[in-house]
């Protein structure tokens, strides 16, 4: 049995410090603004594109090894990334040894770090209450009418200050996530997401962190109060009202949807500036408002911004058996790493790698194509996508029914090339009526 190609010392060192460890630095579960900061100012994700097309020209289409005691690969072939994500939760889980030691933290039997067989039952849990095969999820009138009121309470600030700023749009972000997930009632609950902010920074640091058991058990039990009370129109009432089987635990599946939640918000505001700062998109955006409930193209500007600057770069998988490769073979227990930027940005197969272009989500995307994989994909692609992409192009099209914006300074410029590198936390916006 002849092992994947392992890379030379150098090239994993180069591998690690240009593609890894900016990746872990930034924060795998909770942002740090400050990290995201100098990443924008080194464009460092544009490096680790670069890195990454480095090896693949010097090693082929591998995978290749960075970690040969770990077992760590590298994709490096467009089908090796189809094969991964279709291939699970056998032969590569997603429940890898990184995950398992990071949602730990949060959600100790979430569906994304459980076995083989809890998945059986977990996983068609989420789906009967996020219903991914439906871009307007059922409670989707619902959802645009909480959406509505947090962006008309937010304009009346904005209108105030004359600018909208990452700090105002996620105060109305997580109200709308909580009033859609938990209640109307949890609109000012804002103890219930600051401990899993906490937790997830406790998660950034996955095994090497130790566990806050009292606070994990008083999020976990706040949680169980909302799905308990059930109210009409929030996916707590669904998630009391689906049939589960022993062993499903369903107020453990909703910390998972709270976390997918954060990407909403920042794909919505940075989609925001690139509608902003792209010639024709906001009139474009427009015309849809008083069409389709789905709003195809928001929905596609918020992708569109997913795909530029993935919420998750790393998409792991760990082998539950030996596989076979082109050169060679992962033994079981291997960790195989899509690292979703160089394939979203690789300019030799997506002529679109460094511009906003909403038309590559305009329709439906299969194998055949180029993997952008903003959500993952297969089996174990994200249950909540529609309900986030939901949210997040409801919010955008209110916010452009009512007001006019302008980015103030940063990376984005009006038809130009698009940054490598984009942090939400310094993106802001002059507003008008």
Not at 174 to 192: K, N, P, T, Y
Not at 314 to 341: K, M, N, Q, Y
Not at 371 to 389: Q, T
């Amino acid at each position: 049995m002849t092992e994947s190609p392992t890379v030379s010392p150098s090239d994993a060192a180069r591998a690690l410090l240009g593609v890894l460890v900016p990746m872990v630095a930034g924060g795998a579960i909770a942002r740090r603004p400050r990290v995201m900061g100098l990443a924008q100012r080194l464009d460092l994700d544009s490096r680790a594109v670069k890195e990454m097309q480095r090896l693949r020209d010097r090693y082929g289409p591998g995978p290749v090894q960075v970690l040969p005691g770990r077992g760590m690969a590298l994709l490096l072939d467009a089908g090796d990334v189809h094969r991964v994500l279709n291939g699970s939760p056998r032969p590569f889980s997603p429940a890898s040894r990184e995950k398992r030691g990071a949602l730990g933290h949060f959600q100790p039997e979430g569906v994304l770090v459980s076995s083989p067989e809890e998945r059986t039952h977990r996983r068609p849990f989420n789906e009967q209450v996020l219903q991914p095969g439906r871009p307007v999820h059922d409670h989707g009138e619902r959802m645009a009418a909480v959406v509505t009121e947090e962006v008309e309470a937010l304009l009346g600030h904005v209108d105030f200050t004359g600018e909208l700023t990452w700090d105002s749009y996620a105060v109305a972000w997580w109200r709308i996530v909580r009033r859609i997930v938990l209640g109307d009632g949890a609109r000012d609950d804002e103890q219930v997401t600051d401990d899993l902010l906490r937790l997830r920074k406790d998660a950034n640091w996955a095994y090497f962190k130790p566990r806050r058991t009292a606070r994990t058990r008083r999020f976990l039990r706040r949680v169980q109060e909302y799905v308990d009370r059930a109210e009409p129109g929030s996916l707590a009432e669904l998630t009391a009202r689906t049939p589960a089987r022993p062993g499903t635990e369903p107020h453990q599946q909703v910390p998972q949807w709270l976390f997918a939640a954060d990407a909403g918000a920042w794909s919505s505001f940075r989609a925001l500036g690139l509608l902003c700062t792209t010639p024709g998109a906001v009139a474009r955006a427009r015309e849809e408002l008083d069409g389709s409930p789905d709003l195809p193209y928001l929905r596609a500007g918020v992708l569109e911004s997913l795909r530029l600057w993935p919420t998750t770069p790393l998409i792991l998988r760990d082998t539950t058996e030996d596989t076979e490769w082109a050169r060679g073979t992962l033994a079981a227990g291997s960790s195989v790493v899509i690292f979703a930027p160089f394939f979203h940005r690789d300019e030799r197969h997506v002529p679109e790698a460094h511009r906003f272009a909403p038309e590559l989500w305009l329709r439906e995307r299969t194998d055949a194509d180029w993997p952008l994989v903003p959500f993952s994909g297969g089996p174990a692609m994200c249950p909540g996508r529609n309900v986030v992409l939901l949210m997040a192009s409801t919010v955008l099209g209110r916010l452009l029914a009512e007001r006019d914006y302008a980015v103030e300074g940063g990376p984005l410029k009006t038809g130009g090339r698009v940054p490598g590198s984009l942090s939400p936390f310094a993106l802001r916006f002059r507003v008008s009526r």
